[in-house]
């Protein structure tokens, strides 16, 4: 009914920037909460950031200061600008939206397929 597509990982130097996106679509009555995930390898899955409807926003301690989530309610979209990254944010990014379906009126959560941040020393 609904999914959630990523895009903007990669590569990067440490000290740099990228900038992810997810989009939602599909049969959306109305996205609340969203977030961003990462997975590093042998870890466990971790709250990176997150935000509400109305912009409120948490963060991961050792992001602050240095990533920024966003979302334009328009378009159904969640940013994160990822500034200063260093070699231990290197993970795979999933996008995390709690979404009200405009079929059933049940809140869904949907996950991103998930998106490949490297960060190299």
């Known amino acids: 009914q609904v999914q959630l597509v990523e895009s903007g990982g990669g590569l990067v130097q440490a000290g740099g920037s990228l900038r992810l996106s997810c989009a939602a679509s599909?049969?959306?009555?109305?996205?609340?909460?969203m977030s961003w995930y990462r997975q590093a390898p042998g870890s466990q899955r971790e709250l990176v950031a997150s935000?509400?409807?109305?912009?409120?926003?948490n963060y991961l301690d050792s992001v602050k200061g240095r990533f920024t989530i966003s979302r334009d309610n328009a378009k159904n979209t969640v940013y994160l600008q990822m500034n200063s990254l260093k070699p231990e944010d290197t993970a795979v990014y999933y996008c995390?939206?709690?979404?009200?379906?405009?079929?059933?009126?049940?809140?869904?959560?949907?996950w991103g397929q998930g998106t490949q941040v490297m960060v190299s020393s």
């Open positions: 935000i509400t409807t109305a912009g409120n926003t």
């Open positions: 995390n939206a709690k979404i009200i379906s405009l079929i059933t009126f049940s809140v869904l959560t949907s």
């Open positions: 599909g049969r959306i009555f109305r996205v609340n909460d």
